[in-house]
């Protein structure tokens, strides 16, 4: 094993107390006021120089919580959000001598792994990474890039492809039977490259979180924060999961997580994959539901599968599903969805389809224009609903630094 790795013993978390709470919610305000409430009834008896570890998913989310917070409470005060893979280095810090960043972070693996692909004798050995860094030539900009690259890409490696890592390490060769010729010669460098990193790092044989949970086994519980609460993970890592949950026998941990459907959906699949399955004989178990669950809710579907293997461990709160409020078309699909259920045109009530505006789909030709009917929408929805605030609108769109000076061009000519 690695320091990259931590080995997971089978039914772990059967061996810790349960102090695992999972809390769901098929709307954003339930589970956020329900976080909010959970805090401010700790307040009281919490330390007043301790803050509460929140962890999210990104900065737009936590800049929300604190608007939240503070509207709710006058101010956000004595709360410390954070990422979770952050907060479980600092955690580790607290009862074992590790650095204060972890030395995988891919911004520090960046540099190293720059000066080991200049290593003649390991890229020589590799013809395919040879070509590539010959092509580079004396370009540093090029070798920098395919460095950075790789940082990031063992990073994810270290997260969610443990046994890949633990191969790696240990010389052995990682074989998947999909891969083509060029990705197994791809595995073969790079399973090379990760074994010349740990040498040069000095990298030894125990993932320091072997060394945080022997020491609080031996009664070295008492730098660990009462609770750490996670909002909203758009996906949990078996890695931290299992970190989180041997956490969980020396403190409280809540997971607010967000579940757009009450029925179990971990089986459901879109009708073009079923197909497909069904083509190639693996049908098994899976089922159709709402074609746009099904579609783009993979992601949410992983981490709800990965949290159901480790269900009968949490004390969990599935009384926050809500049912969308009013008939419009947007309502009744977040309804069907809520339900595990698509409904039929002949289904719907009747209604003047052609007024409702719940969802509307604009065909624009070019970015600026999709920014100005993007604008005039939002203009016309204040004008029409006093109550409408800009925290309660949020915009998704791509590639959002390039659109910056269009963004201000448009949306500048507000008086």
């Known amino acids: 094993m690695t320091q990259a790795a931590i080995k997971i013993p089978v039914g772990f978390i059967s061996q810790v107390p349960h102090m695992l709470t999972l809390i769901t919610s098929n709307r954003y305000e339930c589970l956020s006021r329900r976080l909010l409430d959970d805090l401010a009834e700790r307040g009281p008896a919490a330390d007043p120089f301790r803050a509460e570890p929140v962890l999210v998913p990104g900065a737009a989310l936590r800049r929300r919580l604190e608007l939240d917070w503070a509207r709710h409470h006058g101010v956000c005060a004595n709360v410390a959000f954070g990422f979770l893979a952050q907060w479980v280095w600092q955690v580790l810090r607290r009862v074992v001598p590790v650095a204060a960043a972890s030395p995988f972070a891919p ?58 890592i633990r191969a790696w390490a240990e010389g052995r060769s990682v074989t998947v039977d999909a891969f083509t010729e060029e ?44 609770r750490v609460s996670i909002f909203a993970p758009s996906d949990m890592p078996h890695l931290y999961l299992a970190i989180l949950a041997r956490l969980s026998g020396w403190m409280e941990v809540n997971l ?43 992601q949410t579907q992983a981490l709800i599968a990965l949290l159901n293997d480790v269900q009968p461990e949490f004390r969990q709160d599935d009384e926050l599903f809500q049912p969308a409020p009013g008939l419009h078309l947007l309502a009744r699909i977040q309804n069907d969805i809520l ?77």
């Open 107 to 164: 911004e520090l693996l960046a540099w190293r792994l720059y000066r080991l692909l200049g290593e003649a004798e390991l890229v020589g050995a590799h013809p395919r990474l040879a070509r590539y860094l010959e092509r580079a030539g004396q370009d540093p900009l090029m070798r920098y890039e395919l460095a950075a690259r790789l940082g990031r890409l063992f990073d994810q490696y270290i997260t969610y492809r443990q046994g890949w």
């Open 256 to 298: 607010y997580v967000m579940n757009p459907c009450r029925d179990f959906w971990e089986h459901l699949v879109d009708p073009v994959r079923l197909a497909r399955l069904k083509a190639e004989g693996r049908l098994d178990y899976h089922e159709i539901g709402h074609r746009l669950l099904a579609g783009w809710g993979v």
């Open 339 to 415: 339900d595990g259920k698509e409904s039929s045109p002949a289904e719907l009530p009747g209604r003047d389809w052609a007024r409702d505006d719940s969802i509307a789909v604009h065909v624009c030709h070019s970015l600026t224009r999709e920014l100005e009917v993007l604008h005039d929408r939002l203009l016309d929805r204040f004008s029409r609903d006093p109550t409408l605030r800009p925290a309660d609108v949020l915009v998704l769109m791509p590639g959002l630094e390039a659109a910056a000076p269009l963004i201000e061009a448009v949306f500048g000519t507000v008086p």
């Open 183 to 226: 990705q197994r010669a791809d595995q073969a460098w790079q399973g090379a490259l990760w074994r010349r990193l740990l040498a040069d790092m000095g990298a030894g044989a125990e993932h320091p979180a072997e060394a945080f949970f022997r020491e609080l086994e031996a009664g070295g519980a008492g730098a660990l924060p009462p």
